[in-house]
């Protein structure tokens, strides 16, 4: 049994090659897909490798006998089943709806340890005060420690700040600085705790082995015994279905090109079998192609003397209907003479006009620039006899 038996041969032939075009470009484009762990990627996740990624604090946390695991499901989902004993990690978050807020709300009211960091995650917390940061910084900044709490005598830190806090409220403890900007902020937020850092620079894994960065991060979490740490990931775009897998390039690539195989299908299928009608008649020149090939003919034959012949000639006829004369071969003179009687405000030239073209009928050698200006001048008179008829007509 063929495949597709249905269709033409040259149809059924035509679709295999559009299907294996698909696969291939399927593949390649999955090939050269954006690998997420390369170091551009600026996102601090869990899974990634790339130097602004965070798997080495989280493995690190794993082995050193952290009871941590990967958050992917919604927040509500975790501020729903957790108590005083959880710790939050939210590393940068990218995207945040109004349920991530209730859900960060509720788990500090339980008691709970959120660890944040970043302008955006700044937004989540409750009444928080982050805001832009008024100072430059270029690279990595060497924190200044602040505060006499235990986490700010954590060592040396260095982070990439992008974002400051305002420091409205006195229960907030500033622990780090940078140039004078707040850079680590401490407080209690109802039952629970905050920590928040103006960046994740000092887990990610290009930064976590410099200075202090390990112990400030550790000191950031709390004590180890007793607790439960949750790594979110699912404000970092990640998917809380088993489809987020099949999301990206690739997929987009092969959606398309079922699409297209789709429409080959129906259009191949049904162009033998629609209505049948009867070929266009071939559209006919425009007035303007026939006027530039009249025009070409003319230059051709050098045939100016006859351009300014028939201009001439509609003059005269538009003229003696004019001034009721239709059919008398009047001169030049004479045909201007009439003109004055009728239209008294004829302009000084028409005389000198009429003459000129009546000279020009007669010169084989008239150049075509002189033509043209004789069959413009004539256009000109005709418009205005013509607009002095209408108005004498109105009044």
Known sequence: MKLFASLDAKDRKLLMYCLVSVVLL??????????ENRDDNPVPGSYLTGKHGAR???????????AIQRWEQPLSDLAAQTNAQSVLILAEPIEIGTDDYKAV???????????VTGMLGGQLIPDGAVQPSSQ???????????GMDA?????????EPS???????????????????????????????????????????????????????LNSLGPREGHNFYWDESLHGEAPSQ???????????????????????????????????????PVRATPVEFLEALGSLYAKAGASQTAVELAYDRFRRLGGG????????????????????????????????????????????????????????????????????????SS
């Open 243 to 281: 489809w987020s897998y099949t999301r990206g390039p690739a997929m987009n690539l092969l959606l398309c090109g079922l699409a297209g195989i789709g429409l080959l299908v129906v259009f191949s299928f049904s162009r033998r079998r629609g209505p049948v009608r009867d070929l266009p008649l």
């Open 136 to 146: 430059f910084q270029s690279g990595a900044c060497k924190l200044t420690p602040e």
């Open 163 to 217: 974002g400051s806090w305002h420091l409205g409220n006195p229960r907030y403890r500033v622990e780090y600085n940078c140039a004078d900007a707040p850079a680590v902020v401490e407080f209690a937020e109802g039952a629970g705790h905050v920590v928040w850092w103006a960046s994740s620079t000092p887990l990610e894994n290009g930064s976590i082995s410099r200075g202090a960065n390990l112990s400030f991060f």
């Open 322 to 393: 004019l001034c009721g004369l239709n059919g008398l071969c009047m001169s030049a003179s004479e045909l201007a003479h009439a003109l004055r009687r009728r239209f008294p405000q004829a302009p000084e030239d028409l005389d000198a006009d009429l003459n000129a073209c009546a000279e020009a009928c007669g010169d084989e050698k008239l150049s075509p620039r002189r033509a043209l200006a004789l069959v413009q001048t004539l256009s000109r008179h005709g418009d205005y006899f013509q607009s002095a008829a209408r108005a004498m007509r």
């Open 26 to 35: 399927a593949f390649l484009s999955g090939f050269l897909a954006r690998n």
């Open 56 to 66: 080495a604090a989280y493995e690190l946390l794993n082995r050193s006998g952290y």
């Open 151 to 159: 986490l700010a005598d954590s060592g040396e830190v260095w982070m």
């Open 105 to 115: 709300e509720t788990f500090l009211k339980k008691g709970g340890r959120v660890l």
